[in-house]
């Protein structure tokens, strides 16, 4: 038994010794049990025994008509079970009158009580009982005595038996134990190997699942349901970065096409120098804006992302948003029908963030002369923020997709209004952080509104 051995064994080692000593003890209780039931038995039926004798006798010279002869040796002849049996009658002086049979002891007790009591002597066991008579021949003395040797003898291949019974209980109860709890333990060391099998270029494995539907079975399912999790992450965290360096690719690829552009004729063509300039510039800006909002998102997964709520009037807020959406878009109409006077708990920048969103995305796809609408109300102690838009909507099909990051509804109509895809996954990851829900509502070409709803107690 070395000890990695033992390491490896600890609950199963544990496990075995609680049991064996359980059982164990179990058995000695109950052997102990067996055997003092045994004694008592039998101390009892010699009790009774010695006392039914001592009547018998009694009777014998009390009661007959004819005159026993009490000295005879036929007097004891018809006296039943008189093994290991010892009577002897005697006068009131004590000499012996009759005895049964010739015995190597004198029980010299003058205890006349009428109770049977023990004697260990010289390694015998002894059982007695003397009673005073008054009869034709006077006072007499009867001692009934039984010897325990057969009981005895009994008991002790009786202990012999338990002991042996018990040893073999024990080193089986050791035995069943520990191959039972190696048994039990096996799917654990199964889900330590596949455990120790997993890593981040290694997601596939899973625990096979069998058996009972006990906690080893649930122990394997949330194992299982972990890795699903996480390899779920994962893949995302993969999908990002791949989409995230396609979406970069672009830019970087229209910039190097001007700069193409600028080395072949930008030095005597001015028409190209300045179509050039007015390309990097646009593309440089595009991707700095994607860069923003990537390094947002992944200050978000990373819980780095600063939160800092404060108590402040939300009709403020929305009266800021809308007087600088009114400056800088002057080919929608911009209307704030509601505004509800309320103070809220929150990120007065994350929630400007969002807005912002929200009503970029309304200027983007509603053509010229619509109206946005961005309004406040409480409502069954929410706060309502919605904006709302009389533009092309969004089909039904997409609706649950458009907070996804990189989705679009149309790619190429997304792409050339300077759209990535991450507005929408940014203004949820605010959402979630406020408790906030949000909800779309919108009708392809009609329009679309976005209700954010936040508790008011928090
Ligand atoms: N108010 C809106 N009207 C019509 N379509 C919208 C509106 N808001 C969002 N969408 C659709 O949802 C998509 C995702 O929006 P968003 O995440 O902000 O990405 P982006 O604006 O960069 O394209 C948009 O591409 C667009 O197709
Ligand atoms: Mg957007």
Redo the contacts with the bound molecule.
């Keep these: 038994m070395n000890l990695k051995f033992l390491r490896s064994a600890k609950i199963s080692l544990k496990l075995t010794i609680i049991y064996a000593f359980m059982f164990s003890l179990i058995l000695l209780v109950l052997s102990s049990v067996t055997l003092y039931g045994t004694k008592y038995f039998l101390y009892k039926q010699a009790n009774k025994q010695v006392q039914e004798l001592t009547v018998i006798i009694k009777n014998k010279i009390n009661e007959q008509q004819e005159q026993p002869d009490l000295y005879s040796k036929e007097f004891f002849l018809d006296i039943p079970s008189k093994e290991n049996i010892y009577i002897k009658i005697s006068d009131k002086d004590g000499a012996i009158i009759n005895q049964s049979r010739r015995v190597n002891f004198n029980i010299k007790s003058k205890s006349m009580d009428g109770k049977t009591r023990r004697l260990e002597k010289n390694e015998k066991h002894l059982i007695y009982l003397n009673t005073r008579v008054k009869s034709a021949y006077g006072v007499l003395y009867i001692q009934v005595v039984k010897d325990l040797e057969n009981e005895y003898s009994f008991m002790k291949i009786l202990f012999i038996f338990m002991a042996i019974a018990d040893f073999i209980g024990i080193l089986a109860s050791l035995a069943f134990g520990y191959i039972i709890s190696k048994k039990m333990l096996i799917p654990i060391d199964k889900l330590t190997n596949t455990a120790e099998n997993i890593s981040i270029n290694n997601l596939k494995e899973r625990i096979e699942v069998e058996g009972p539907d006990d906690e080893l079975r649930r122990l394997g399912n949330t194992f299982n349901n972990m890795i699903d999790r996480l390899q779920k992450a994962f893949d995302s965290q993969v999908q990002f970065v791949s989409d995230a360096s396609h979406e970069l690719r672009t830019p970087i690829a229209i910039i190097q096409g001007y700069a193409n552009l600028l080395d072949r004729w930008g030095k005597d063509d001015k028409e190209a120098l300045e179509k050039s300039i007015y390309g990097i510039k646009l593309e440089a800006s595009n991707m700095a804006n994607l860069i923003e909002k990537l390094l947002f998102l992944a200050k978000g997964d990373s819980y780095t992302q600063i939160v800092e709520k404060q108590y402040f009037k939300i009709n403020e807020l929305i009266e800021e948003v809308v007087q600088d959406t009114r400056l800088i878009d002057d080919a929608h109409l911009i209307k704030n029908r509601e505004n509800a006077v309320t103070e809220v708990y929150a990120d007065y920048k994350l929630l400007k963030q969002m807005l912002r969103?929200?009503i970029?995305?309304?200027i983007?796809?509603?053509p010229q002369g619509g109206f946005i609408s961005v309004d406040s109300f409480v409502e069954n102690g929410q706060l309502q923020i919605s904006?709302t838009?009389t533009?092309?909507?969004?089909p039904e099909e997409?609706i649950n997709n458009?907070?996804d990051r990189f989705?679009?509804?149309?790619k190429s109509?997304?792409k050339e209004?300077?759209?990535?895809?991450?507005?929408?996954?940014?203004?949820r990851w605010i959402a979630e952080v406020h408790n906030a829900k949000i909800e779309m509502l919108?009708e392809e070409g009609r329009?679309?509104t976005?209700i954010v709803k936040l508790d008011l107690k928090n």
Aim: aromatic share 10%; net charge negative; no cysteine.
């Design positions: 969103i929200f970029e995305n309304s983007k796809f509603t904006v838009d533009g092309i909507g969004i997409d458009i907070f989705y679009t509804v149309d109509r997304s209004k300077g759209g990535s895809g991450l507005g929408l996954s940014i203004a919108s329009g679309t976005v």
